[in-house]
């Protein structure tokens, strides 16, 4: 069975300051990955996606995440983090050649809050 | 080009009574799949639509059920609601041949 672990509940960062959030998975092979950012009341809109090849995926809002198979995970980061990025983050994964079968396991999310 | 649309945005509920909620998926899309989002929860997955069958489910009760109709629209019906059924019910799209899912901006159901 697929599983997602976002160790960090919630973090607060200045804005302008760099940010790193955390993104474990277990599967037994390598599985397909996202990061999606929903903003209070609204669905969840995607940042970016690892399928294959090179392991630093850039996303969109200047995101990017790199997926370490040696480590099972796959962490997002930005440089340099504006107010509007403040939401919840949540890390997803998918299996693989799975035919029309192929739900999104969630990790519980991780709520962003920026200081000015 | 619209994206996924769901309707009703919000909805009350009486406990035992039955809800119906709905879903376009976005154009040229044709595999639907239902989210339930609990407050301070990620989206727990329902089940999955595929040429008007359930492909995949999660681990709900029977109490869920879908629909799929031949212009891959989608209802979520949820029958003998319970207060913890109060959540935001997600519809997630797909191109079969491609992986991404969009999202739609769920329905938010109370259960009083």
């Known amino acids: 069975a697929q599983s997602v672990t976002q160790p960090d509940i919630h973090i607060t960062v200045s804005e302008g300051a760099s940010l790193e959030l955390r993104c474990n998975y277990s599967y037994g092979a390598t599985p397909y990955l996202f990061w999606y950012v929903q903003s209070p009341g609204q669905g969840l809109q995607l940042l970016l996606k690892y399928f294959s090849g090179d392991t630093l995926v850039q996303g969109i809002k200047g995101f990017e995440a790199e997926f370490k198979r040696s480590q099972s995970s796959f962490n997002l980061r930005k440089p340099s983090v504006h107010w509007s990025d403040a939401a919840e983050y949540f890390c997803a994964v998918g299996a693989r050649n799975t035919g029309t079968a192929s739900k999104l396991t969630f990790g519980t999310g991780t709520r962003l809050q920026v200081t000015l | 080009d619209a994206g996924v649309t769901q309707s009703p945005t919000h909805l009350i509920k009486t406990r035992g009574q039955q809800v119906t909620l709905r879903c376009s998926p976005k154009?040229?899309?044709?595999?639907v799949s239902w989210y339930q989002q609990a407050l301070g929860q990620g989206p727990q997955f329902i089940f999955q639509?595929?040429?008007?069958?359930?492909?995949q489910r999660g681990n709900f009760p029977d109490r869920f059920s879908g629909h799929q109709f031949p212009n891959y629209s989608s209802e979520l019906n949820v029958n003998a609601l319970l207060l913890g059924d109060s959540a935001l019910y997600l519809c997630?799209?797909?191109?079969?041949?491609?992986?991404?899912?969009?999202f739609g901006s769920g329905t938010r159901l109370t259960v009083v």
């Open positions: 154009s040229g899309h044709d595999t």
């Open positions: 639509y595929y040429e008007e069958e359930e492909r």
């Open positions: 997630a799209s797909r191109d079969r041949g491609n992986y991404g899912y969009t």
